[in-house]
């Protein structure tokens, strides 16, 4: 069945590469923004009886971007598509997935509640703050891994670490980092996997306590979900190379990289920095980009 391939403002690349992968249509569409501050998004593709394809990050401005994609999901809708399938590889408000302190709101679920009200097929996401904000969700909800992309990375700069399985570590910076820590060190020939205990001494800071690992002379590499600040990779790098490590590399599937992030990417403490393209804005020097587009293809193949 034929094809077409949409993003509105947040994943523009990624859309026209998966369109080309799968040698089908990049949508069109048009965007109105009123003197008042309301935004009209509408499609310029005929859709009718297609399999629709819409990626679209909620990343910052979280809730501009997050209103612009249920407008252009309506108007996919009323134009008869056959099925649509929507992929957010970043999701915003993620990270709001429980109440912390008397009163909060639960921001994840309410963004869940919203996404339901489009009423597409499947929602697909990448490496998801927390396993179970799929439970949130009404609407099919597939939570892919990026593991294969950081795999693949690895065994082309790390052959010879990688082969000998006691000169490399898969570090997770919490235990929230657990399972794609052990993920990535299964696909890299079961290489070890450790923790860090690590405790928060207030909002936006991190300090690692302890760990009683041995990474002397060993090839570090921290594997964690979002890079914000950078303070969580900071302290652990510090860490690790405090205890001897070799050399420390980061691996994060979205990089979101707040202003204060600046302090992680002088850092020289760390020899490597590899993200994917889920959130895409001006590539920074220094740091590796993978793209995401294999994974979505990958659902299409027949």
Excluded at 20 to 35: S, V
Excluded at 99 to 123: G, M, Q
Excluded at 288 to 297: E, G, K, M
Aim: glycine content about 4%; some cysteine.
């Amino acid at each position: 069945m034929e094809k077409i391939v949409f993003s509105v403002s947040a994943n523009k690349k990624c859309a026209k590469e998966v369109a080309n992968l799968l040698g089908c249509e990049e949508g069109k569409i048009q965007i109105n923004h009123f003197q008042d501050g309301e935004v009209m998004v509408k499609t310029k593709s005929d859709v009718k009886d297609k399999i629709v394809i819409v990626i679209q990050s909620t990343s910052s401005p979280a809730h501009e971007k997050l209103f612009e994609l249920l407008l252009l999901l309506d108007s996919i809708k009323r134009g008869g598509a056959y099925k649509i399938y929507l992929y957010i590889p970043y999701f915003g408000y993620s990270r709001q997935e429980r109440v912390s302190f008397k009163n909060e709101p639960i921001s994840c679920e309410v963004v869940a509640r919203i996404l339901d009200t489009a009423k597409v097929d499947k929602i697909i996401s990448f490496d998801i703050h927390h396993k179970d904000i799929k439970d949130f969700f009404k609407t099919e909800f597939i939570n892919k891994p990026t593991t294969s992309l950081f795999k693949n990375y690895y065994e082309s700069i790390l052959n010879d670490e990688i082969n000998d399985k006691n000169n490399i570590v898969i570090v997770s910076p919490d235990h929230g980092s657990n399972e794609r820590a052990h993920l990535l060190g299964d696909a890299l020939k079961n290489a070890p996997v450790i923790i860090l205990d690590k405790y928060r001494p207030a909002p936006n800071k991190a300090e690692h306590l302890k760990s009683d690992a041995d990474v002397k002379d060993k090839t570090c590499i921290i594997v964690d979900d979002i890079i914000d600040t950078g303070g969580t990779l900071i302290s652990a790098s510090k860490l690790l190379k405090d205890k001897g490590a070799k050399k420390v590399l980061i691996c994060a599937s979205h990089a979101v990289l707040s202003k204060n992030s600046k302090k992680l990417l002088k850092s020289k403490q760390i020899a490597d920095i590899v993200v994917t393209n889920s959130i895409e804005k001006r590539k920074i020097k220094g740091i590796n980009y993978l793209s995401i587009s294999p994974l979505i293809v990958d659902d299409f193949k027949d």
